[in-house]
Every structure is written in structure tokens, then in C-alpha cells.
Nanobody, 121 residues
Framework: QVQLVESGGGLVQAGGSLRLSCVAS????????MGWFRQAPGKEREFVAR???????YYADSVKGRFTISRDNAKGTVYLQMNSLKPEDTAVYYC???????????????WGQGTQVTVSS
């Protein structure tokens, strides 16, 4: 069992930056691939980025070059550094854990409660 708690969301102007954190409980954090997803009002939850247990990363095209995912296994934490934010990045952001390292929402076994990111124009 893994419990995930996100933090770091907030209101920022377009072009600004935010850093999201997700702290995981449990001693097996390093074995999981971790993902960040987001859900805007009236839209389906979508993949943003994921990082494998070994550190390889993958991004959605919409955030490539602007967002960076990283992890600190010693701290049981995964991060999402978001730069050059756009109004269309506004959403609730969720972190999630999986053994399968896919981009599919359905493949992730554990989810945090989400943190709101709002980007004003």
C-alpha cells in the first residue's frame, strides 16, 4: 500500500513557475514508476509526465521542454518543476504510482488527492 500527498499548487501568472511535490509513504517507493497527471474542469484526466524507478523520464508533448519530473528515493518524493506556465496548464494535478510505467490512467494503482494549479493570463 502506498499513500501519496501532493503539495505546491497555487495561482501563478502566465510565464511563471511552480514546483509540485508528492510525498509517498511506505518503504517500496523506489520500486515504483511515478507519474503526474492533470484534470481540467469538464475534461478527462490526462498524462503529464512519468519517471521510472531507474530514473528514465517521459513527457506529454504539451509540456515537453517546459516541465521536468524528478525523484528523490531517499526522501520518497517525486517532483514536477513547471516553467513557462500557460493558462491551458490550469488543472488539478495528481501524482500516481505504478509498477508498469505507462502513460495510461488505468495502469496506475495509487493516487494522491490532487493539488490545484491555476495560471492566469
Amino acid at each position: 500500500q502506498v499513500q501519496l500527498v501532493e503539495s505546491g499548487g497555487g495561482l501563478v501568472q502566465a510565464g511563471g513557475s511552480l514546483r509540485l511535490s508528492c510525498v509517498a509513504s511506505g518503504r517500496t517507493f523506489s520500486r515504483y514508476a511515478m507519474g503526474w497527471f492533470r484534470q481540467a474542469p469538464g475534461k478527462e484526466r490526462e498524462f503529464v509526465a512519468r519517471i521510472r524507478s531507474g530514473g528514465s523520464v517521459y513527457y506529454a508533448d504539451s509540456v515537453k521542454g517546459r516541465f521536468t519530473i524528478s525523484r528523490d528515493n531517499a526522501k520518497g518524493t517525486v517532483y514536477l518543476q513547471m516553467n513557462s506556465l500557460k493558462p491551458e496548464d490550469t488543472a488539478v494535478y495528481y501524482c500516481a504510482a505504478t509498477y508498469t510505467a505507462t502513460t495510461s490512467v488505468a495502469s496506475y494503482d495509487y493516487w494522491g488527492q490532487g493539488t490545484q494549479v491555476t495560471v492566469s493570463s
